[in-house]
């Protein structure tokens, strides 16, 4: 079972290029959601998608794109990377309702010099 | 403003020995709670929940208690053992922010053998 995919698993970028962060998830989930995770802050959500065609902002969503491809895949891209987005990124999944255990990718490691 | 807090950054305990995290909440509305574990360069997974309406969920060396009155929550694994040493996050849900996970910032559990 694949569950939930992301790709690159590293990636280093130079101040000011682009990329975009692939995450793919194969259990039928309606939310996806994409986290940060910086030491000493916990994962913070950047954005998620409640349903396949919908997104919204979460905690910390400046810096960032999202968009919803199908309900499958759901991408997260940085515009013009800086420093201070040098994270571990994580996208999970759930289905909708009160109890909503998340299934988490393994993370990517970006690194903006 | 963390909604959600552990404040303890690491734990240490002996193998065979309780293990006790906590977290605090500031929103009385939430209405689940989770704990995942992270293991490194790994994505975090899920652990074990409670609803905002009981007070203790039990699920084999994992127990979760909830104080509703005291904004708190704990973790309980008995006996420890050297594979549970890993990143502990709780995290909440609220069905009017569309069951987003909102998460602590985690505390190092090691257990000595």
């Known amino acids: 079972n694949a569950g939930v995919t992301q790709t690159p698993k590293f990636q280093v970028l130079k101040t000011g290029q682009s990329m975009t962060l692939q995450c793919a998830q194969d259990m039928n989930h309606n939310s996806m959601y994409w986290y940060r995770q910086d030491p000493g802050m916990g994962l913070r959500l950047i954005y998620y998608s409640a349903s396949e065609g919908t997104t919204d902002k979460g905690e910390v969503p400046n810096g960032y794109n999202v968009s919803r491809l199908n309900k499958r895949e759901f991408s997260l891209r940085l515009e013009s990377a800086a420093p201070s987005q040098t994270s571990v990124y994580f996208c999970?999944?759930?289905?909708?309702?009160?109890?909503?255990?998340?299934?988490f990718g393994q993370g990517t490691r970006l690194t903006v010099v | 403003d963390q909604q959600v807090k552990q404040n303890s950054p690491s734990l240490s305990v002996q193998e065979g020995r309780i293990s006790i995290l906590n977290c605090d909440y500031t929103n009385s509305m939430f209405d689940y709670f989770l704990w995942y574990k992270k293991y490194p360069a790994e994505g975090p997974t899920f652990l074990i929940s409670?609803?905002?309406?009981?007070d203790k969920n039990e699920d084999g060396r994992f127990t979760v208690f909830l104080n509703k009155s005291a904004k708190h929550l704990s973790l309980h694994i008995v006996p420890s053992q050297p594979g549970d040493s890993a990143v502990y996050f709780c995290a909440a849900t609220l069905m009017e922010y569309g069951n987003k996970l909102v998460f602590g910032a985690g505390t190092i559990l090691r257990v000595k053998s």
């Open positions: 409670i609803s905002s309406i009981k």
């Open positions: 999970a999944s759930s289905l909708t309702g009160v109890s909503t255990e998340a299934f």
